[in-house]
């Protein structure tokens, strides 16, 4: 009797488990996030060239007094499958609202400027690897590439996008989501000659819809 137990009990796991396939999670999906944003970005400085304040050929350096915000974002994709456990996916994310603005301070020696930045908004692409845990649960590696709108003449900044993630089906293909997404920004131009530098993070909380 013990024996039959303990084969009924490993035939119940099997079975759960073989019915966890994603092809559950395999399809297009929408959906809608809040959370947590920070940039943190540093300026090189250098001779002027003029764009800022400090006049042409005046050494300057500058820095940024970096915050976080609130965020909110946007997104969408499609998930195939590669096997019954694995998945590989595609994805846009849309963060379109500004965040809290950070206070750019130029010095050059004599006089300090200070401008305030803005990130406008914030959009990323990339491929995503989906894991199945069980029947209700996908957890996933995000990597691809985004690109951060900053006021103020800074412009676009390019950078390299890594993010951790995990899905739980709540009914019928609505799920909920977290996440954590990471940039590394590409070196780029402060508006005159300086070069910025620094990363991107965000902590995502929300509902999506898998079709």
Known sequence: MKKIGIFSLLSTLLFITN?????DWEGGFTQFGIGYQNQSLSDSGGVSNGN???????GYTAS?????????QIGGGYN???S??????IG????PFPNSAMNLNVTDGANSYNY???AKTNYDYYFDLGVVIDRNNLAY??????????????GNVNGTLGGLGIKHMINEGLYGYSEINFTKYKSSSDGDVGTLSGNGTNLIAGIGYKF
């Open 19 to 23: 019915s966890a396939h994603s092809s």
């Open 52 to 58: 800022l304040d400090p006049s042409m050929g005046a």
């Open 64 to 72: 940024f007094s970096n915050k976080g915000s609130f965020t909110t």
């Open 80 to 82: 195939f499958k590669v």
């Open 84 to 89: 019954d456990n694995f998945l590989l996916g």
């Open 92 to 95: 846009l994310d849309v963060s």
């Open 116 to 118: 305030s930045v803005k």
């Open 141 to 154: 590696v995000k990597l691809g590439e985004a690109t951060t709108n900053f006021s103020n003449g800074i």
